[in-house]
Nanobody
């Protein structure tokens, strides 16, 4: 069993910052990529940022220069630092991880709501 638990969501004014965290726990052998997705009402879930186990990162264009993804491999934790938040960033943010246990699987957190007021 693997669990991903997110924290750090909330309500913030436009221009503000939030930091999301996601900790993976369970019978983990190794974690490949970890990432953040988001889904706004009426929209599809989209990839926001991803980081590999070697530290390579990729971002959706709309957050480049404002968001930073990082990870602590010793803690099996991924972070998303979000600066200069905009109302368009309002969404439920989901943690995603590709994890090797006794097999390989893709896991999701339950999501954390980020609301940016104008």
């Amino acid at each position: 069993q693997v669990h991903l638990v997110e924290s750090g969501g909330g309500l913030v004014q436009a221009g503000g910052s939030l930091r999301l965290s996601c900790a993976a726990s369970g019978s983990i052998f190794s974690i490949n990529s970890m990432g953040w997705y988001r889904q706004a009402p009426g929209n599809r879930r989209e990839l926001v940022a991803v980081i590999t186990n070697r530290g390579s990162t990729n971002y959706v264009d709309s957050v480049k220069g404002r968001f930073t993804i990082s990870r602590d491999n010793a803690k099996n934790t991924v972070y998303l630092q979000m600066n200069s938040l905009e109302p368009e960033d309002t969404a439920v943010y989901y943690c995603n991880a590709k994890i090797v246990t006794s097999s390989f699987g893709e896991y999701w957190g339950k999501g954390t709501l980020v609301t940016v007021s104008s």
